[in-house]
């Protein structure tokens, strides 16, 4: 919040290093056009918890595969969710587990080789394919907020509808993004994109 420079709590596009201008839109949670504390802090609590050791099961990811295996876990445990008074601690925690995974891959982008199948659309131009990768793992990011929203509210209707939308993120992105070796048949875990979501 140093950025704050008239003081009113909240930073809008211009108060915000030109690298992060871009992504005020999907910060801002509650579309007022600003970045206020609780949003940032809910980005900065993903990102510490990804770089803890004690972060998730089996501490901090270190590869992106790894970020993404963490995702999936806490996925599958939502999948299993009533969303319900008695289950709303353990599905903030899953939820919390999702969010680091997403913000921990998304910072390991430049690391992940292209899939073959990708390469009739892309090419060699892998700084595209990374970009359509961030995107898709930010469109996943922003659909965990509106679970975790749903979730605080007691909104059972609108936390299924946001992990359905996880779902089809990463249903939408295997086929782009993933390795065709990393398949593990039937019993593959479901669970938000396991590299991102393709682009329209």
């Known amino acids: 919040m140093q950025g704050d420079k008239n003081g009113d709590g909240k930073l809008s596009a211009e108060e915000l290093p030109p690298q992060f201008r871009d992504q005020v839109a999907v910060l801002d949670t509650n579309k007022d056009g600003f970045l206020e504390v609780a949003e940032l802090s809910m980005i900065a609590r993903g990102q510490a918890d990804a770089r803890s050791p004690q972060g998730g ?85 922003v659909a965990s907020l509106a679970l975790e929203q749903a979730i605080i509210a007691g909104d059972q209707a609108a936390a299924k509808a946001a992990l359905k939308r996880l779902d089809a993120i990463e249903h939408t992105s295997h086929d782009s993004f993933k390795e065709p070796e990393e398949e593990e048949g039937k019993d593959a875990p479901k669970g938000p994109p396991s590299t991102g979501a393709a682009k329209p």
């Open 57 to 141: 099961r089996g501490g901090a990811p270190q590869s992106f595969d790894g970020a993404m295996k963490r995702t999936n876990r806490a996925f599958e445990g939502l999948e299993e969710s009533a969303f319900d008074a008695a289950s709303k601690a353990q599905d903030l925690e899953q939820v919390q587990g999702v969010q680091a995974g997403l913000i921990a891959a998304k910072g390991m982008i430049s690391s992940v080789r292209m899939a073959p199948q990708a390469k009739a659309k892309y090419g060699e131009d892998v700084a595209k394919y990374h970009a359509d990768m961030r995107a898709g793992l930010i469109n996943a990011i």
